[in-house]
């Protein structure tokens, strides 16, 4: 059991892609407490790290799952290419959210009108590579029976809405908050507010707590979206939605974040074992100039993406503590380090691999159909 | 058989609400030309009597129709209320151009979306008007087999590719095209260009001519959707669409165009008897000062709105040139010429609300059929 108090170097402390004590005091994120985090039945990997730091409105579905009310689970993913390691620390966040209590529906959008609008690829490519990544959703572990996904661009009641919500929006309004973009960049906002908004509508029981899972850098979408959910109240009888964040992956290369812009940044659930090998072998760590000095001086984990990846994607506890401590210690040298996580993370890769080719049917049945949950 | 040569003061002309030489010199319009007319198998009133005054693209529906080649008729109503005389002319040219070819099918949208982001109109107040708008365009004659009817807001296919126009378009864009307005009105003007190409997706067997008849102050819109037919011909084979452009009826009360914002601007295909007889008994004539200099002087049918609704609603020639000669001649008095008046249109709006109760089942049913022609 990990100690909830975070320190500044302990095993769960990385350096930062951004400054998350700005982001909580600027935007009135709140904080992950102790208190919050016991009030859960259980606590999945990155609630327990802490790489979930900040919320909006957790407590609603605290209260739901104590007093056994239906709340939803909602997210997504951009339908640009294969799934990534980012996307991953999200989908599993949802089906952490729908594990949390039985009256959990998880709502799942393949926002492929904003892969339309922000990369210009087309509705028809992008319609394959959403039943690939539905797949690879199902072999994470999401429970089908409580699941509604769907491409954003077939899913007529979140096209609706975002017509609904562009009423007497001003461009000043969406430039403050997106930048100066083309128009269809401010309606892939919208359509965005509309999928986190679709489990409340009647066909899916009516308004209830939802939580949005997501990286910290979704946060303008979700204030954007708690002020429409209020200011449409009273027609649609809208709560504004609950969101947790999470931190965001260093590149591999060591600076900036993880990004699509460049594969070599990042790793993908359908990156071979040879890949994955070249990734790791290539990523940027925390370590001295030689094995000597490492050996006398200790390794930097918190400043290492190597040491990042074992932090988000490893889930044995005892183990990750242990590589901490022995980098710190100089006892671990980056090889060594490297080999090990290429071996873990290829196991893992394979065996979801083999998952995935057995879910990949449903993943095409459940876009497919236009049965609702 | 009206003669086609247009004089000025012939019995076609009347006073004008836009300088419609202007817009056909800046905007690049058409004139509608004698060779043009002599090439369409019939004409109906608005096409003899030139208040059809300008087209784009027209002759690609001629040709259609002499090659025996399908094409569209497309056009719509924002169900704000009821269908007023301007509507009734839209109508009857969609009509005309259906009956035009038994290759031709004609599309009609109920534009709810345009409704809430113009008018804030609810979509759910919007369905009920709409059938009752759908009643009246059946009452008036359109072949219902050869007819596809929506509400915008629940035809996926134009929700989905408003938001795919919507890629690259600046605001820059769409203020100098509509004005300063908010992000709704502009995905209004988007929707309407997705509404005129419908036809043409491979629902409804391909790329094809369409044309689209409206008041000239629409011709903002054809550019855009011309201009966005090109930009997506090659990915959904879009031929720009033609158009036909009908001069608008000015107000009732003498000043400006007809208008939804004054009730007594305008008549509707639910004004009852007495209100008939009321607007038109307030209407602005062309008359003299007092009867005695009337019937020395003559009238003056040119700037008459009672005489510009013989001209736009009443369908027989000699009877409608009696009417001016008579006036102009000093022959006619205002209110005798006014009470003729009144009872043609009750008559005929006695009769149309008869075929309406019968129509009203029918407009229902293919408002909620979602089967494509």
């Known amino acids: 059991m990990v100690n909830l108090e975070r320190k500044i170097l302990d095993p769960w402390s990385v350096e930062e892609v951004e400054d998350y004590d700005r982001l909580i005091e600027v935007f009135g994120i709140e904080r992950v407490t102790d208190e919050l985090l016991k009030s859960l039945p259980f606590l999945n990997r990155y609630m327990r790290r802490r790489i979930v730091f900040g919320h909006r409105g957790l407590w609603e579905i605290v209260k739901a799952i104590k007093e056994n009310r239906p709340y939803a689970v909602m997210s997504g993913i951009k339908p640009t290419g294969e799934f990534h390691f980012g996307s991953k620390v999200t989908a599993e966040q949802i089906i952490y959210f729908q594990q949390l209590s039985p009256k959990a529906v998880a709502f799942y959008a393949v926002a492929d009108i904003e892969a339309w609008e922000d990369n210009g690829l087309p509705l028809k490519v992008a ?5 690939d990544n539905v797949a690879d959703l199902l072999a994470l572990g999401i429970d089908p029976k ?200 290829n196991n893992f890769l394979e065996r979801h691999r083999e998952r995935k080719e057995r879910f990949r049917e449903l993943a095409r049945e459940l876009l497919e159909s236009k049965k609702d949950i």
């Open 127 to 131: 319609r394959e590579i959403a039943v």
């Open 146 to 345: 409580r699941l509604y996904v769907y491409r954003q661009s077939e899913e007529e009641r979140v096209l609706r809405l975002g017509y609904v919500f562009a009423r007497g929006l001003t461009y000043n309004l969406l430039e403050a908050i997106y930048g100066e973009k083309h128009i269809g960049m401010y309606m892939s906002a919208l359509i965005q507010v509309a999928d986190i908004l679709l489990p409340q509508l009647p066909d899916f029981g009516g308004p209830k707590p939802t939580i949005v899972p997501v990286g910290v850098d979704q946060d303008p979408h979700i204030r954007l979206t708690r002020d429409l959910a209020r200011k449409y109240n009273k027609e649609y009888g809208f709560v504004p939605p609950s969101s947790v964040y999470h931190k965001l992956q260093r590149s591999l290369t060591g600076s900036g974040k993880m990004s699509k812009r460049d594969p070599m940044s990042y790793l993908t659930l359908n990156d071979g074992p040879k890949l994955i090998e070249t990734k790791i072998k290539r990523a940027f760590t925390g370590g001295r100039e030689t094995a000597e000095l490492q050996r006398r001086l200790g390794g930097r984990p918190e400043t290492c993406v190597v040491y990042q990846l074992w932090l988000f994607h490893i889930d044995d506890d005892s183990k990750v503590g242990k590589v901490f401590e022995e980098c710190k210690a100089g006892k671990r040298i980056c090889g060594e380090c490297k080999l090990e996580l290429i071996e873990l993370l």
